[in-house]
């Protein structure tokens, strides 16, 4: 069974990001505006669209579709935020990267 902290970074964060990459293509940007986006190669890019993904983690679209678009627009803190709630609703792992209140 894993832990928190490996289903976090090995199924919930490359699928949504995953989904994300395929939603930003499927807007109309390129593999390789999507990879400066996100920060990763387009050969990274081509891997998440054209990949079946993590069948057992269930990931709102309205989040995935929340997250795309503040990559899309620059807001690389928003979308930290909604990536974190994601993780922490899929995982039940509090990050060092999720604040505290």
């Known amino acids: 069974m894993l832990t928190g902290y490996e ?4 199924e919930v964060i490359p699928e949504f990001r995953r989904l994300a990459a395929r939603l930003m293509v ?24 054209h990949s079946k993904g993590h069948s057992s983690v ?3 679209t309205r989040a995935v579709s ?3 678009s503040a990559i899309k627009s ?6 930290r935020k909604i990536m974190c709630g ?10 060092a990267f999720t604040p505290r209140a």
Do not use: P
């Open 74 to 79: 620059g807001r690389r803190e928003e979308a």
């Open 66 to 68: 929340e997250y795309a």
């Open 26 to 49: 499927k807007d109309g940007m390129t593999q390789q505006e999507v990879a400066a986006k996100l920060a990763i190669t387009q050969a990274a890019v081509s891997k998440h669209i």
């Open 7 to 10: 289903k976090a970074y090995t």
């Open 58 to 60: 269930r990931l709102s």
């Open 86 to 95: 994601v993780c922490l609703e899929n995982t039940k792992f509090d990050c």
